[in-house]
């Protein structure tokens, strides 16, 4: 009953008609050589140091705690089995493709079927294959992902298209303006920045800003608000009036 539930649940997706025409897209090209190169057993290690450490064991039962307190007696036959998946001659990576499905409550007293959420507890080395994979992809993601992903990509946020679309905004507004002076002036163009332009942009970007904040304060005082004793709502409204 519970595997027939939780086979249906994810369902399956009709087969695609269409597709990207991706020769029309002309997507750009990286140096990634290096990422289907054999892993040493210095990232291995240093992979293994940046996992946590006491994690629930999939089917192997085995840690990340077991490797690091036993590299030295486990780094060869760990090496082995990594060394396996990149060299790709092994026939058997279905030892290591099964997993250990759990079930955890969403609340308390979780009685129906519908009150609990799977979570798959893999082997620990296709764990450390993956971290290290992520390690060696990580620092060329700022150069292969478009600026258009303004999240989940190290040294950006979501706030950086909130500072792009308000200075396309205002750019766009200023060379309207300066269309517009360059017809009065009989067609005459200015190689250098207006500074008003610049000022123009600083100025609504801090505007922005200070609405922002605005808006998340009140929002923390209504909160704050709502959960207080009545008699000290009447001097919370004071406050955020003010």
């Given at each position: 009953?519970?595997?027939?539930?939780?086979?249906?649940?994810?369902?399956r997706l009709p087969p695609r008609l269409l597709d990207f025409n991706w020769d029309a897209l002309n997507p750009s090209t990286h140096p990634l050589e290096d990422l289907g190169m054999t892993f040493t057993e210095d990232e291995?290690?240093?992979?293994?140091?940046?996992?946590?450490?006491?994690?629930?064991?999939?089917?192997?039962?085995?840690?990340?705690?077991?490797?690091?307190?036993?590299?030295?007696?486990?780094?060869d036959d760990l090496m082995s089995a990594i060394n396996a998946f990149s060299e790709l001659p092994a026939s058997n990576f279905h030892v290591i493709n099964t997993t250990n499905v759990v079930l955890l409550p969403k609340k308390d007293g979780a009685k129906s079927i519908l009150d609990f959420r799977p979570i798959s507890l893999i082997h620990v080395v296709p764990k450390i294959i993956a971290k290290d994979m992520t390690r060696r992809l990580s620092p060329k993601m700022n150069d292969i992902v478009s600026r258009s992903q303004s999240t989940f990509i190290k040294s950006r946020t979501i706030h950086d298209n909130f500072i792009r679309g308000t200075s396309r905004r205002v750019t766009a507004a200023s060379g309207a303006e300066n269309t517009e002076r360059k017809e009065l002036s009989g067609g005459q163009e200015s190689g250098e920045i207006p500074g008003g332009e610049i000022d123009a942009i600083v100025t609504v970007i801090e505007l922005d800003i200070i609405s922002i904040t605005i808006i998340i304060i009140s929002t923390i005082i209504i909160a704050i608000s709502s959960a207080?004793?009545?008699?000290?709502?009447?001097?919370?409204?004071?406050?955020?009036?003010?």
């Amino acid at each position: 009953m519970i595997f027939d539930h939780f086979s249906r649940t994810p369902g399956r997706l009709p087969p695609r008609l269409l597709d990207f025409n991706w020769d029309a897209l002309n997507p750009s090209t990286h140096p990634l050589e290096d990422l289907g190169m054999t892993f040493t057993e210095d990232e291995i290690k240093e992979a293994l140091d940046d996992m946590p450490a006491d994690k629930a064991p999939g089917p192997d039962g085995f840690t990340i705690a077991f490797f690091r307190s036993c590299w030295d007696i486990s780094k060869d036959d760990l090496m082995s089995a990594i060394n396996a998946f990149s060299e790709l001659p092994a026939s058997n990576f279905h030892v290591i493709n099964t997993t250990n499905v759990v079930l955890l409550p969403k609340k308390d007293g979780a009685k129906s079927i519908l009150d609990f959420r799977p979570i798959s507890l893999i082997h620990v080395v296709p764990k450390i294959i993956a971290k290290d994979m992520t390690r060696r992809l990580s620092p060329k993601m700022n150069d292969i992902v478009s600026r258009s992903q303004s999240t989940f990509i190290k040294s950006r946020t979501i706030h950086d298209n909130f500072i792009r679309g308000t200075s396309r905004r205002v750019t766009a507004a200023s060379g309207a303006e300066n269309t517009e002076r360059k017809e009065l002036s009989g067609g005459q163009e200015s190689g250098e920045i207006p500074g008003g332009e610049i000022d123009a942009i600083v100025t609504v970007i801090e505007l922005d800003i200070i609405s922002i904040t605005i808006i998340i304060i009140s929002t923390i005082i209504i909160a704050i608000s709502s959960a207080a004793p009545r008699h000290r709502r009447s001097n919370l409204g004071l406050i955020l009036i003010v």
